[in-house]
């Protein structure tokens, strides 16, 4: 019987298997035509999983070209057979896959795509791309079908692109209005994500103080220790802190006083609040925080980034951005695509609208909201308690309609 070959460490190699002179493993073998294919990889452990992926995809039926093939292979593949479409159909979609498909995600290799990717790419499409959630649809159209025809040709199980912008669909028709308040079930899953979720644990305190102070962004950027009262529990607003990006100067602050005498004001601060602004404190002790921005005299600022140096509105909506992103995505996922609540997309400003309905429906006096948010004008607190009152008609109404539709049901 002859001796089995095996590897620098003795162990016994496989058939096709082979140790390379530079200690790297190699794995050959033949697709169902013939082929001759190789596959390799730095340890033994990592190329037994990959053999195990072949012997795999072809129990499965998978051919073992998709693992060389690219998207945009299949994309041609798809172009030549495509058929059914009107000329001026055919040719948008062509330019759609060429202009933000073929640079991006078609260039990686069909095997390797999973569902995420697509969702990420999508993802990258709406946020840094800024297309509108119809473009982004077309886009699908065409990898869906072609993803479709790599499933029906046998290069892939599963089509990746499946229910891959749902996500973006429901978040465009809950709420498209970025300076629209928040819903009372929105808000509770906004703070319970943030509070749950490690990656963006450090973002709680700043937008919880946001949500139930009605400060403005410029007011809580330049919001400073020394204008929290912890014994008497209240905060002073008397400056706000400008951000100015020019494309001649660059990017600077200022501290201006409020735009009205209405601004300057003292906002009482709820437990919940004091207990926000002590995690923030506790946080940067933690961490080893601590302000190093001097802004025209202004320092000790509380809400300060990992470097010392203070927010602005940019940051803060870009983070709200990819909180409001990732917890629409996890939610997804947990309900098989199916939510009861998703997060609309909102900015830094729907925080402040969110905390004056909040005390719109507390039934809060008028001229005490006025005073708590520094509105110069009446008309302006009118304005919100309007849009709190029809939004608390309709909840009541469709409570209404579900009470008379059980009575309708007992007289059929």
Not at 188 to 200: A, E, H, I, S, T
Not at 227 to 241: A, G, P, R
Request: aromatic share 10%; hydrophobic share 30%.
């Amino acid at each position: 019987m002859s001796n089995r070959r095996k590897d620098s460490k003795g162990r016994v190699l496989k058939s096709g298997e082979t140790q390379r002179s530079d200690g790297t493993y190699m794995y050959r073998y033949s697709d169902s035509t013939g082929k001759r294919h190789y596959i390799y990889s730095s340890t033994l452990e990592e190329l037994r999983v990959k053999e195990e992926e072949i012997q795999r995809d072809k129990l499965d039926g998978v051919k073992s070209e998709s693992r060389t093939m690219t998207l945009n292979d299949m994309f041609d593949k798809w172009s030549e057979i495509k058929r059914g479409l009107k000329d001026n159909t055919f040719q948008n979609y062509d330019y759609m896959y060429k202009t933000f498909v073929e640079g991006d995600l078609g260039k990686m290799r069909l095997s390797l795509i999973k569902h995420s990717d697509v969702r990420r790419f999508y993802n990258t499409l709406y946020e840094n791309k800024n297309l509108k959630v119809s473009t982004i649809d077309n886009i699908h159209t065409v990898l869906h079908q072609i993803f479709e025809l790599a499933v029906q040709d046998c290069y892939l199980r599963v089509n990746p692109s499946d229910n891959a912008l749902k996500e973006l669909k429901l978040i465009h028709k809950s709420k498209p209005d970025t300076h629209g308040a928040l819903t009372l079930d929105e808000q509770k899953l906004l703070f319970d994500y943030l509070k749950n979720n490690r990656q963006y644990q450090h973002w709680y305190p700043i937008f919880f103080v946001m949500a139930n102070t009605g400060m403005r962004v410029g007011e809580i950027t330049g919001l400073r220790w020394c204008d929290v009262d912890f014994e008497k529990n209240y905060i002073s607003i008397d400056h706000t802190l400008v951000y100015y990006n020019h494309k001649k100067d660059g990017c600077y602050y200022n501290i201006h006083a409020p735009k009205t005498e209405a601004g300057i004001r003292v906002i009482p601060m709820v437990e919940s609040v004091k207990k926000a602004l002590e995690q923030e404190k506790y946080f940067q002790e933690v961490l080893g925080i601590s302000c190093k921005a001097e802004i025209d005299g202004y320092t000790d600022f509380i809400f300060v980034n990992r470097f010392g140096n203070v927010h602005n509105q940019v940051t803060l909506n870009k983070a709200l951005k990819r909180i409001v992103r990732d917890c629409n995505a996890e939610l997804l996922d947990q309900s098989n695509g199916n939510p009861k609540t998703l997060l609309p997309r909102f900015s830094c400003h729907s925080l402040r609208h969110t905390f004056a309905t909040r005390l719109c429906e507390a039934k809060v006096n008028m001229k005490v909201i006025q005073d708590i948010l520094g509105h110069a004008d009446i008309s302006t607190t009118m304005n919100i308690y309007t849009d709190a009152k029809m939004d608390l008609k309709q909840s009541e109404f469709k409570i209404l309609a579900e009470f008379l539709k059980s009575i309708e049901g007992d007289n059929e």
